[in-house]
Nanobody
């Protein structure tokens, strides 16, 4: 099937930066949209940023002008550059991808896949 693996999370002081990476592997025919979500304790999961296969991106208001999403289609990878981090950015960040995949017999279908998540902690 398809697997998504995130990396780059960690502990950083307010005002610092982190760069998250998410690599997709497996039975991939093509990847359409990719996105980063986050969920803080006691809070609902929210969409942080998304990017289409052509590079068009969108951001939630709270991270605009601070975060940048990008992708490398040749590597099936999406990145999230996070600058000027704030304590309220603390959350588990998860990668999501809309993937066109195949069965063992070559039948093609599309569905969403999720990574396991990576912890981002911003101290004040």
């Amino acid at each position: 099937q398809v697997q998504l693996v995130e990396s780059g999370g960690g502990l950083v002081q307010a005002g610092g930066s982190l760069r998250l990476s998410c690599v997709a592997s497996g039975r991939i025919f093509s990847i359409n949209a990719m996105a980063w979500y986050r969920q803080a304790p006691g809070k609902q999961r929210e969409l942080v940023a998304s990017i289409t296969s052509h590079g068009n991106s969108n951001y939630t208001d709270s991270v605009k002008d601070r975060f940048t999403i990008s992708r490398d289609n040749a590597k099936n990878t999406v990145y999230l550059q996070m600058n000027s981090l704030k304590p309220e950015d603390t959350a588990v960040y998860s990668c999501n991808a809309d993937v066109s995949t195949t069965t063992n017999y070559g039948y093609r279908y599309s569905r969403n896949f999720w990574g396991q998540g990576t912890q981002v902690t911003v101290s004040s």
